[in-house]
């Protein structure tokens, strides 16, 4: 099955830094591969998504970059802001695991004012 | 907020009990997954019901089961709790059947295991 690894586990940076998290994933069928940000207590928020016809997108401050061959993705965060602040699982499906989602580890973001 | 609820949001049970965690998925969609999320880990995929079927299950022993009723809502059951089933159990809404699609997840049932 499919196997996503997430790195770093933790990030801590400055306000308006910017902020990088890396997933990798095992299965060259996964064609799907969704963000989540999920603050203390709350539910899991999709955030961007990306699919494998497509090498990157971008939605205001956040982007998403894919690369097939080496089967990995990545999350960037631009202008970092103290609300930013939470956990970020990359996740990934497709293939025989149609629809059933394989998250990372995650990654706990700070962003210090 | 997304549209899908689950109840109740906490729950206390005892090792050996049963319990039944219930999900109302997004108007439109068709497919619930359920997913076991322990503390400080990711989601695990425990199963997922397509227009009522079970379509897919992750690796978690037959005393997890689910159901999935015609207007699409899910019911996930837990036999014979153990200790190690508290945690916060995620379901997520999706609209299945031609090529994966956003799912949106409910706020969670926190289930401890006393």
């Known amino acids: 099955g499919e196997n996503v690894e997430q790195h770093p586990s933790t990030l801590s940076v400055q306000e308006g830094d910017s902020a990088v998290i890396k997933c990798t994933y095992s299965?060259?069928?996964?064609?799907?591969f969704p963000w989540y940000k999920q603050e203390l207590g709350k539910r899991p928020q999709l955030i961007i998504d990306?699919?494998?016809?497509?090498g990157e997108k971008k939605d205001q401050r956040i982007a998403v970059t894919l690369n097939k061959t080496a089967k990995h993705f990545s999350l960037h965060i631009t202008e970092t802001q103290p609300e930013d602040s939470a956990v970020y699982f990359c996740?990934?499906?497709?293939?025989?695991?149609?629809?059933?989602?394989?998250f990372g580890q995650g990654t706990i973001l700070t962003v210090h004012p | 907020e997304t549209g899908v609820t689950q109840s109740p949001t906490h729950l206390i049970k005892t090792r050996g009990q049963q319990v039944t965690l219930r999900c109302s998925s997004q108007?439109?969609?068709?497919?619930v997954s359920w997913y076991q999320q322990a503390l400080g880990q990711g989601p695990q995929f425990i199963f997922q019901?397509?227009?009522?079927?079970?379509?897919g299950r992750g690796n978690f022993p037959p005393r997890f089961s689910g159901l999935q009723f015609p207007n699409y809502s899910s019911e996930l059951n837990v036999n014979a709790l153990e200790l190690d089933d508290s945690a916060l159990y995620l379901c997520?809404?999706?609209?299945?059947?031609?090529?994966?699609?956003?799912?949106?997840f409910g706020q969670g049932t926190r289930l401890t295991v006393v």
């Open positions: 997520a809404s999706s609209l299945g059947g031609v090529r994966n699609t956003e799912a949106f």
């Open positions: 299965d060259s069928a996964s064609n799907y």
């Open positions: 990306i699919r494998s016809n497509v």
């Open positions: 996740a990934a499906t497709g293939g025989t695991s149609y629809g059933k989602l394989t």
């Open positions: 108007s439109g969609h068709n497919t």
């Open positions: 019901y397509y227009r009522e079927e079970e379509n």
